[in-house]
């Protein structure tokens, strides 16, 4: 797993994480192995760094992980721009 962090990011105390590719996981296939590998990996981050919510920072991964799936909270960047943009149009 490739962490290439900014030196911003890297003062704030945000960690990136990025699973290897998972072809099926592309294709929209989950499978319990691979919801169980990303628990896998929060459940480390967890105990290790204390990691309190993870961004699901790629389309795919809210297939696999939601609030209840995942041991901490999750933040799904999709969700929260589409709330913005019906907020922005509401708005006008």
Do not use: N, W, Y
């Not at 961004?55 to 969700?79: A, H, R």
Request: some cysteine; proline content about 5%.
């Amino acid at each position: 797993m490739g962490r290439r962090l900014s030196r911003r990011t890297q003062r704030s105390g945000l960690l990136s994480e990025a699973p290897s590719k998972s072809s099926a996981l592309e294709h929209g296939i989950v499978t319990d192995s691979t919801q169980a590998g990303f628990v896998a990996i929060i459940e480390r981050l967890r105990a290790e760094r204390g990691v309190q919510r993870v961004v699901l920072g790629c389309t795919e991964l809210p297939l696999v992980l939601d609030d209840v799936s995942s041991p901490v909270p999750c933040l799904d960047p999709v969700e929260v721009h589409s709330r913005a943009l019906v907020a922005a149009i509401v708005d006008q």
